[in-house]
């Protein structure tokens, strides 16, 4: 069974469009994660959500906009693509936020490759 | 900004080699991790070091972690095929605590 998933896997658009990117999650986590990783295989975090509440947003483009309809999704909103937002998108998620001393592990998804033309 | 610096940036190995790879960071941490990546695929979790933490044992994984010198080491030994992927360090700090990624170290096992 797969434990985050991410659709689509591939995603080819023209500049300018609007996209999303959706993720799912069926192991009972409570957070879930948006990660963009460049050409150069830097990963980099772009927000997080806890319960369906936004608790990390990095300097992101307002053009992105993430959406959690409920813990088990996190949605990915893109509005009027650009050439540099082509990147390979991960969704991850972890049974807690990391906090303090605590630590949890994350589980990431296949990833989703966005191409903009 | 970037936390974790990955060093090699590449790493070619025959099979049965070890294989260690570096990592620097640049502020105080609460953690770190190592992730693997297959070519095309998503992070794995290999393995995680608290801070108050010097070594780490996890099969044939070994890491280790210098505080004082802002630095881990991951050590694959009796490297295989299936080990070939990009690894990546990870850590962690601040209330929520974001994970910031590495730059990766690309290695290769030839059979």
């Known amino acids: 069974d797969t434990a985050v998933s991410q659709t689509p896997k591939y995603l080819v658009t023209q500049m300018g469009n609007d996209k999303s990117i959706k993720c799912e999650q069926n192991?009972?986590?409570?957070?879930m994660y948006w990660y963009k990783q460049d050409s150069k295989k830097f990963l980099k975090i772009m927000f997080s959500?806890?319960?369906?509440?936004?608790?990390i947003n990095e300097t992101v483009p307002n053009r992105f906009s993430p959406k959690s309809p409920d813990k088990a999704h996190l949605n990915l909103h893109i509005n009027s693509l650009e050439l540099g937002d082509s990147a390979v998108y991960f969704c991850?998620?972890?049974?807690?936020?990391?906090?303090?001393?605590?630590?949890?592990?994350?589980?990431f998804g296949p990833g989703t490759r966005l191409t903009v033309l | 900004s970037q936390q974790g610096e990955e060093d090699p940036q590449a790493l070619s190995i025959q099979e049965g080699e070890n294989a260690t790879m570096n990592c620097s960071y640049k502020?105080?941490?609460?953690?770190l991790q190592w992730y693997r990546q297959n070519s095309g695929r998503g992070l794995v979790h290999l393995i995680l070091?608290?801070?108050?933490?010097r070594e780490k044992h996890s099969g044939r994984l070994r890491v280790t972690l210098d505080t004082s010198k802002k630095s881990s080491s991951l050590l694959i030994t009796a490297s295989r095929a299936a080990d070939t992927a990009s690894y990546f360090c990870?850590?962690?700090?601040?209330?929520?605590?974001?994970?910031?990624f590495g730059t990766g170290t690309k290695l290769q096992v030839i059979p």
């Open positions: 990870a850590t962690t700090s601040g209330g929520y605590q974001k994970v910031t």
């Open positions: 070091i608290r801070s108050n933490e």
């Open positions: 502020t105080s941490i609460n953690n």
């Open positions: 991850a998620s972890s049974q807690r936020p990391f906090a303090g001393g605590d630590l949890y592990e994350q589980f």
């Open positions: 192991l009972g986590h409570d957070t």
């Open positions: 959500y806890n319960n369906k509440e936004l608790i």
